[in-house]
């Protein structure tokens, strides 16, 4: 009996491990007003984790940041918006106060979190943005679309 109560603990537990440890593909966003899901998440970790290797200050997590990037991501992943940055100015007007702001987005249909700050490392523009010395809060937002496709927004602001 005491046998197969720590087989059942333990099975619980690496279910558990397991779970808690991958993204999950159908992790969706609750767009607008929701909450940042773990892919969102890691994808933010990871901005900052190469601020912090570049000797810069972490960006602090925003949620009213989030919701705009989770809703421009949403609107170009059901091309209500083209992929880009159209509407930007309207997405920061929301976010007073706010000193300077900056936006990436990007496009892609894999599910690494390394994959899409890979992409923007690796263009000249996108980078800067990331390692800003003025960008004080940040968020990021990554949504699927129906075919599969993954589209994220981050937003940078001083405050």
Not at 82 to 97: E, S
Request: aromatic letters at 12%; charged letters at 20%.
């Amino acid at each position: 009996m005491k046998f197969n109560k720590i087989f059942v603990f333990l099975l619980v537990f690496c279910g558990l491990l397991i779970s808690c440890d991958a993204f999950d593909e159908d992790d969706e966003n609750s767009v607008g007003g929701g909450e940042a899901t773990s892919y969102d998440m890691q994808i933010f970790n990871l901005v900052n984790a190469h601020r912090k290797q570049k000797g810069l200050a972490a960006l602090k997590f925003d949620d009213d940041i989030f919701n705009q990037c989770c809703i421009h991501s949403k609107n170009m992943s059901t091309g209500k918006t083209a992929f880009g940055h159209d509407g930007f100015d309207d997405r920061v007007k929301n976010l007073t106060p706010l000193c300077g702001a900056a936006e990436n987005v990007a496009f892609n249909y894999s599910t690494k979190p390394e994959d899409v700050v890979n992409m923007w490392l690796n263009s000249s523009g996108h980078r800067a943005n990331i390692e800003s010395t003025q960008a004080t809060h940040s968020a990021v937002s990554a949504v699927k679309n129906s075919e599969g496709a993954w589209y994220y927004t981050q937003i940078f602001i001083k405050r």
